[in-house]
């Protein structure tokens, strides 16, 4: 009795040890993936930063008015505030808006 007890014991740990040595040994992989992952992410977010500075340099009134003057096109009036778009959402949602016109009571409008 006293043996199976001592057999029962080391069978038990030793199949905690093993199945202990797989769950660290694939968490640890899963770590790696997750530090290049994190590394891709901190590339990905300088690279939308610079293309953010450039946009808002190329995009700049001084900027812009420089290259008119280099350009040479006297005809320049400033754009009105409505056709300004802070983003590309933005744009693209004005440019699928529909505009209905309803003409309701024409007769009352003429009479005036």
């Not at 994190?38 to 290259?67: G, M, R």
């Not at 949602?93 to 003429?110: A, D, G, H, R, V």
Request: hydrophobic residues 40%; proline residues 2%; without cysteine.
């Amino acid at each position: 009795m006293q043996k199976i007890k001592i057999i029962l014991t080391v069978f038990v740990f030793g199949i905690l040890l093993g199945v202990t040595s797989i769950i660290k040994t694939q968490t640890r992989i899963i770590e790696k993936k997750i530090l290049k992952l994190d590394k891709k992410i901190a590339v990905i977010k300088k690279d939308l930063h610079e293309t953010q500075l450039d946009f808002f340099y190329l995009s700049s009134p001084n900027y812009l008015e420089k290259k008119i003057k280099q350009l040479s096109l006297i005809d320049y009036e400033p754009m009105d505030f409505s056709r300004i778009y802070l983003n590309y959402r933005d744009f693209t949602n004005s440019q699928k808006q529909i505009t209905i016109l309803k003409i309701n009571n024409e007769k009352k409008t003429q009479k005036k």
